[in-house]
């Protein structure tokens, strides 16, 4: 199957089984999974999420722009400590 994001594996949160399959989508237009073993329904998670090539450069580029850790947070649809994270690394590399 294919997976989202470019991510190798998605793992069942309950059972840790890598027998998950596609099973749609939330209202959000996050992708849903089942698992095969335990048949427990899960979405993928904010730090899936943040794991998207560009999240972390809107972050920078929204903080360059005024907005706060929160709104970012908000609006990205990320966790606060993934913006904050990001915003360290970013600092870290100029
Ligand atoms: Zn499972």
Redesign the pocket.
């Known amino acids: 199957m294919r997976f989202p994001h470019g991510q190798r594996k998605v793992h ?1 949160p ?4 890598a027998q ?1 399959y596609r099973h749609g989508q939330n209202p959000y237009g996050h992708d849903r999974f089942r ?6 329904v899960f979405q993928l998670t904010y730090s899936y999420e943040a794991r998207k090539p560009g999240v972390k450069e809107q972050i920078v580029e929204m903080s360059f722009n005024g907005a706060g850790v929160r709104d970012s947070a908000r609006t990205l649809k990320v966790g606060i400590n993934t913006v904050i994270r990001a915003l360290k690394n970013s600092h870290r590399n100029r």
């Open positions: 069942c309950r059972c840790n089984s998950v698992c095969r073993d335990c048949h427990r």
